[in-house]
């Protein structure tokens, strides 16, 4: 039963989304496509999360490009 059949991200964690994104680009570049405080000061994927789960302005940059990377 999946209730969202539509939305790609169904079932993918934002943890798993960090990891790949920095994985992929690094942080610094990672830095530099979204220019947030937690990916350019000190940067890790804990304080990643913790930012990313309280703006939703942000998750949702860093969930678009997840989708254009892995495509």
Do not use: Q
């Not at 991200?9 to 405080?37: A, C, F, M, P, Q």
């Amino acid at each position: 039963m999946n209730n969202n059949p539509n939305n790609p991200l169904h079932g993918v964690k934002l943890e798993t989304i960090i990891n790949s994104l920095v994985e992929h680009y690094g942080w610094d570049e990672l830095g530099r496509i979204i220019n947030i405080k937690c990916f350019n000061d000190d940067p890790s994927v804990k304080s990643s999360l913790k930012f990313l789960r309280k703006m939703p302005w942000a998750r949702t940059k860093v969930e678009n490009l997840y989708l254009r990377t892995i495509k």
